[in-house]
């Protein structure tokens, strides 16, 4: 699949993958940071902001659609930087294509399998056709009967457009994400041999996606493993805290 993407600045190419219902958009701020160093590809997964959508929706797919990326630019290797469900598309890339991966940052997810953590958004998102809406305001106002996280809600709502018709509809595909949605918390594959890349898993204080179970998994796919955590962070640890974020992604890069 030829995904959407905005390329930013000029060095070695860093791809930067955005969690689920989420969009490239998301990264634009930090993005501009990172292109003062980097060539940095802001990409839209599949399903999500101007990328095709399809059926298929799980991470072999989304890991053959970076590859497929990485041949239409005439990359040999790139580095990795996921958040959540990219950060999962980012782990499988590594094991399918080792010899392609530079440095690998993963954000607030781990390789273990995962239960269905975005049920409520799900239900939320269920409850109304944003084609009947008058103005993004009454979405809003849904949202927030069901929602009661001010900034998932906000999140959402950036995904809402106007079409040609003059009615809202939203980016992503949300019923092929839907039908999968127990897929967003597969396990990363067991390579056949350990890849020995170094990577770095940046955990939000106080999020819970991250945890010592997940460690150990971690040790034995990717050896150079090495966790950060970013203090008064939740799971979205790059909007929460983004200096502290800023620069512990720097740092890796740069050793």
């Known amino acids: 699949m030829k995904l959407a993407f905005k390329k930013l600045g000029s060095g070695k190419p860093l791809f930067i993958l955005h969690g ?29 902001g101007h990328s095709p959508h399809s059926e298929e929706f799980n991470y072999k797919v989304m890991s053959e659609d970076l590859n497929e990326l990485m041949q239409d630019e005439g990359l040999e290797s790139v580095m990795l930087l996921g958040h959540s469900m990219g950060g999962k598309a980012a782990m499988q890339f590594a094991v399918d294509h080792p010899e392609k991966v530079e440095k690998m940052m993963v954000v607030d997810i781990g390789p273990g399998q995962y239960p269905v953590t975005n049920q409520d958004v799900v239900d939320a998102i269920e409850k109304f056709d944003p084609q009947t809406l008058a103005s993004r305001k009454e979405a809003e106002n849904i949202l927030s009967l069901y929602i009661k996280e001010e900034g998932v809600k906000q999140f959402l709502l950036k995904n809402l457009y106007w079409d040609d018709n003059q009615k809202l509809q939203w980016r992503f595909d949300f019923e092929n994400i839907k039908k999968n949605i127990k897929r967003v918390g597969d396990i990363t594959p067991m390579p056949n041999k350990p890849i020995d890349i170094p990577v770095l898993f940046l955990k939000g204080e ?41 620069d512990a992604v720097m740092k890796f890069l740069q050793e």
């Not at 490239?24 to 940095?40: C, H, I, P």
């Not at 010592?212 to 640890?237: C, R, Y």
């Open 206 to 246: 106080r999020s819970h996606y991250i945890v010592e179970s997940n460690t150990d998994l971690m040790k034995i796919i990717f050896p150079q493993a090495q966790v950060e955590v970013i203090a008064n962070a939740g799971h979205w640890v790059h909007a929460d805290q983004p200096q502290a974020f800023f």
């Open 20 to 48: 689920l219902f989420g969009s490239s958009d998301n990264w634009q701020t930090l993005g501009k940071r990172f292109a003062e160093f980097y060539t940095v590809y802001l990409i839209d997964e599949r399903n999500h």
